[in-house]
């Protein structure tokens, strides 16, 4: 059986292949970026007209459609201008107040998004940027206790733990 294929061989040649096409791409896509314009034509990208594609964000949460758009723009967008984005791209409309919300718990809980005086980034393009702490708002995070105070809460807390460990208590 002269004519035995090695397909573990091929597959390797086929992936390496890919490997540096890729790597191509990445390498326009890059030079692309340098120029100030973006790949266009295929779904979720920018037209020349910087407008999102009418199915950019099909499928896509607020947020995720967020940080697509911001980086597509490469530059910092309010949240109306994000919001007419959404639109244009294949999103439901959205409330104002509902956008800026889950874009703002995105930042508190993720990071990957910031808000700079009203207006969306990457947090990547700012790694030097940290939000103001409550404390510098003037509120503190928790409250301050006095000694007697912390005292008498070690003193409850280990009532509790007596009454569990003696059955007298039932967790919930």
Not at 57 to 85: C, E, N, V, W, Y
Request: hydrophobic letters at 35%; zero cysteines.
């Amino acid at each position: 059986m002269g004519n035995d294929i090695n397909y573990a061989a091929v597959l390797a040649d086929i992936d390496a292949r890919i490997s540096k096409l890729q790597a191509t791409r990445e390498g326009i896509v890059d030079l692309m970026a340098l120029s100030g314009t973006s790949p266009s034509g295929g779904p979720g990208g920018l037209s020349p007209t910087g407008k999102p594609a009418h199915d950019a964000f099909i499928g896509m949460s607020i947020p995720d459609a967020a940080k697509k758009h911001l980086a597509s723009a490469r530059k910092k967008l309010s949240t109306q201008d994000l919001m007419a984005a959404f639109t244009e791209g294949g999103l439901p409309e959205s409330k104002y107040n509902t956008v800026y919300a889950i874009l703002r718990r995105r930042e508190k809980q993720v990071g990957d998004v910031i808000n700079m005086k009203g207006d969306w980034a990457l947090s990547e393009w700012y790694p030097n940027h940290r939000p103001k702490s409550k404390a510098a708002k003037g509120e503190s995070e928790a409250p301050e206790l006095s000694d007697e105070e912390i005292a008498e809460l070690v003193k409850e807390s280990n009532q509790v733990v007596d009454e569990i460990n003696l059955g007298t208590k039932k967790v919930s």
